[in-house]
C-alpha cells in the first residue's frame, strides 16, 4: 500500500469509527472541539502562541457560515505541563463539555495521557506535538492523528546538518521526557552514521533549567559543537548560563529547533548565532501562495508573523470541522486527506540566528 492510499484508507476508517453519532443528531449546537495545552509552566509562551492559532481558524471558519450552519467552539484547558491534568481536562472536555473532537498535546508525555482518554471514549484526537510514539503502537489507533513532525525527522535533518557544518564533536545536553530522550537518540544515531565523536550526553528535569553544575564538565571536554533539547523557557535560561561561562567563543551551539517566542524575549544579543531548524517560517509568503494568505490573515489579526506552532494548532482545527462536513456531505471515502502547517511546506531547514 502507498502513502497516498494508506492516508486515504487511515481517514476513512477514523471517520467511520468517529462520526456516526454526529452524523445521527441533526443539532444547531456549535461544533466543539477541545484544546488542552500547557498555558502555565515553561511552555506557557508557546501554548498561547498555539492558542492564537486555533482561535484563528475558528473565527476563519465561522466567518465563511460555520461546518453545515453549526458554529465552531474550540474549549481550551490548561493541562499544566502535566500528564495527570491532560487526562484529567480530556476526560471532562469530552464528558461535561461534550466536545466532538480534540486536538492538543503540546508536550510530547501529555499527549500519551490525552490519547488514552481519547481511544477510552471514542473521540478522534490530532495531537500538536513532536513524538514519535504517537504513531506507533500501542498509542497509535484509527482515531489517533498526529500534526507536527517528529523527533526522527527533525533531529535527522538537523543532525546531518550540524555534522556536516559545524563540527562531529558533540555534548547534548536534553530535557529528560520523552521528546528530549527521542531526539537525543535520534542525534546520537546521526553522529555514529556520520562518522563523529559524541564526548557526553546529559539529561536535566523539564523545567529546572539549573545548568551550572554541568557547563564546565562540558567545557572541559571542549566539543565542537554542544547540541542543546532545552525547550520553553529552559531555552533561555540554558543559552544566558552558556553566555555566562564564555562557550559561545569556543563552541558552536546549536539545536533541533529555534522556538520564536523564546527568541523574542531573549533578544537578538542571546540568540545571536545559534543554529536551529523550523518547520514553519513566514517567509514561505513569498513562494506559497496558501502560506502567504494565512501570513497575510495573522498579521492583521496579531500584527505578528505567525510561527511554526500557531500553523501547527491552526491547521488541525481546521481540519477536523472541515473533514467532519465533507462527511456529512458524502464525499466519497476514497477522498486523501492531508494536514499541513498553514498549507505550507514542511521544512526543517537549519538557520542561523543572526544578532543584528
Known sequence: MDRRSFLATTAAGAAALSFPAILRAQSKDPLRIGFPLPLTGPFGA???DQQRGATLAMEELNAQGGVLGRKVEVLFRDDQLKPAVGAQRTKELIENDKVQFI?????AHV?????????????????????????????????????????????RAVGNWIAQNLGKKWWIIYADYAWGKQNNMV???????????????????????????????????????????????????????????????????????????????????????????????????????????????YQKKFNAPPWRWRAAARSPSRWTPRRWRMR?????????????????????SPSRTSGS
Request: overall charge positive; proline content about 7%; hydrophobic content about 35%.
Open 103 to 107: 486536538v492538543g498535546g503540546l508536550a
Open 46 to 48: 508557546l501554548a498561547a
Open 111 to 155: 499527549q500519551m495521557a490525552i490519547n488514552e482518554q481519547t481511544k477510552k471514549s471514542k473521540v478522534l484526537f490530532i495531537s500538536v506535538s513532536e513524538s514519535d510514539e504517537i504513531r506507533a503502537k500501542p498509542d497509535a489507533s484509527p482515531l489517533t492523528f498526529h500534526e507536527a513532525l517528529n523527533p526522527t525527522i527533525t533531529s
Open 328 to 348: 456529512c456531505g458524502r464525499t466519497p471515502s476514497t477522498t486523501t486527506t492531508r494536514a499541513s502547517s498553514g498549507g505550507g511546506r514542511a521544512t526543517t
Open 187 to 297: 542525534l546520537q544515531e546521526v553522529l555514529a552514521k556520520q562518522g563523529g565523536t559524541l564526548l557526553g550526553s546529559t539529561p536535566y528535569p523539564l523545567g529546572s533549567a539549573e545548568f551550572s553544575a554541568h557547563l564546565p564538565k562540558i567545557q572541559g571536554a571542549k566539543p565542537e559543537v554542544l547540541v542543546s533539547m532545552t525547550p520553553g523557557a529552559d531555552n533561555i535560561a540554558f543559552l544566558k548560563q552558556v553566555q555566562s561561562y564564555g562557550m559561545k567563543k569556543n563552541m558552536r551551539i546549536a539545536q533541533p529547533l529555534h522556538w520564536l517566542p523564546q527568541l523574542k524575549e531573549g533578544g537578538p544579543d542571546l540568540y545571536a548565532d545559534i543554529f536551529g531548524g523550523t518547520s514553519f517560517y513566514w517567509e514561505l509568503a513569498d513562494s506559497v501562495p496558501s502560506a502567504k494568505k494565512y501570513v497575510e490573515v
